[in-house]
């Protein structure tokens, strides 16, 4: 079992950055593709970002030169940098780690880009 707290969420205005946080129960970054999902308002859930335990980053096209996905595995903490936010980035962000161990998600943090 894999517990994860979330944090880093809220209101930002147009071009503002925000740094979400995913604070992990256990040890796993360095077996598990972890990744930053969202989900707005009647819209499915889509992948923003993920890195693997090789440390090979994607990203949503959507995102890519704005947003930063990276880890500590010291602290089992995974982040997201988010800068030039747009209003379209409004979601609920979710962090995820999926591996031989099972597929686990965090609560999700409400990020709104609003003016």
């Known amino acids: 079992q894999v517990q994860f707290v979330e944090s880093g969420g809220g209101l930002v205005q147009p071009g503002g950055s925000l740094k979400l946080s995913c604070a992990a129960s256990r040890s796993i970054f360095s077996i598990a593709v972890m990744g930053w999902y969202r989900q707005a308002p009647g819209k499915q859930r889509e992948l923003v970002a993920a890195?693997?335990?090789?440390?090979?980053?994607n990203y949503a096209d959507s995102v890519k030169g704005r947003f930063t996905i990276s880890r500590d595995n010291t602290k089992n903490t995974m982040y997201l940098q988010m800068n030039n936010l747009k209003l379209e980035d409004t979601a609920v962000y979710y962090c995820?780690?999926?591996?031989?161990?099972?597929?686990?998600w965090g609560q999700g943090t409400q990020v709104t880009v609003s003016s």
């Open positions: 890195v693997t335990p090789g440390n090979n980053r």
């Open positions: 995820n780690a999926r591996g031989s161990f099972g597929n686990y």
